[in-house]
């Protein structure tokens, strides 16, 4: 690399930093994408239509297609809720991962692998980002660039934002591990097309354990916010259990999972944050990697604004327009998750409740499309009763 000034530098190369550089360079700007590769984030993999329609994302990434939920309290009642019409992706993120960034310098961004370390200012006053290039493994040296914007997209313990932006320290997290394992073959408790989530305390206190197909491997992991709680054990207990103890390990992954958004993406200045470093990870759900590619184009878009007319308030864009499109899903989904899975009574009574074709439908339509369904009112009115009951005692969970 011999450029020394950009219009941005985007650090960190996951699904949200990638579409920002790959948005960014379509639109004519110089963009650095500095990652630093070699990481692999514990993931269940799942990417809905509404992201591969948008993100147009080609088939040969897609390892497995989902066309089933199976729901499991802990009592083992096992609630099948069927894709009608569709199916949810299964990518791996490795590749998947690889592959937006690829897309991003095919268009013209600047890979560069490397560890950010600090920004400075020039004597003019703009920003210049150091960081520890690695084009080897074995031969690392310090260098910088200047830039008039930065973008913050290096994970849910974001160094740009603890450096950069105040109230970073202002989110929660679950702790996620997961295990990829080979598929077994032939096997009479593996379904390659259905994802199986388990509500069990003594798999998570308060959140899931989960078993995802991914074509010739399969995800199995699980996650909590107390770190007295032992996930790797966890995911053993949850391999025993769907009979996967068995299965070679390919692999371990662990990482911290952002669940609130924060309260302020921007210095101000000439700084931005994106994806899990702005805190956009679906509570309850866990789902990171629509709501980090959506979070990653409206980052591009507030920042072309900015780099076009040199008004900060344009920063501010990007979290302004996610928490309208995306703000009541999250504060729902957030209810959900501190009232059904804070105890295994409760999870029994939230898989019962899953029982229920309206439930299911309405639920499938908004994950799939990523919009809140309105058009059937009498069915949230019915849901509404049903849950009712059920927090009330009055509907029977066996």
Known sequence: MTEDNFDAVVIGGGPAGATTADDLAQKGWRVLL??????????GGAIPPRLIKDFEIPDHLLVARARCARMISPSD?????????GFVGMVNR??????????ARSHGAVRQRGTFERVSRDADGMARVH??????KDDPYETSVRARLIVGADGARSEVARQCVEGAEKTRYVFAYHEIISAPQASSTHDPERCDVYYRGTLSPDFYGWVFP?????????GSADKGFSLRNAVGRLRETAGLQGAATLRREGAPIPLKPLPRWDNGRDVMLCGDAAGVVAPSSGEG???????????????HRFLETGQVAALKAARKQFMKEHGKVFWVLGIMQYFWYSSDRRREKFVKICEDKDVQQLTFESYMNKVLVRKKPMAHVRIFFKDLGHLLGFARTS
């Open 34 to 43: 500095l990652d630093r590769g070699g990481r692999i984030k514990p993931c």
């Open 214 to 222: 991914h074509g010739d491997t399969m995800s199995v992991g699980t």
């Open 131 to 136: 960081f520890q290039a690695r084009p080897s």
């Open 77 to 85: 009642n096992r609630v099948d809720i069927p894709i009608e019409n």
């Open 94 to 103: 490795d590749a998947f991962d690889e592959w937006l960034r690829e897309r």
């Open 289 to 303: 990697i629509y709501y980090a590619m959506a979070c990653g184009r409206m980052t591009a878009d507030a920042a």
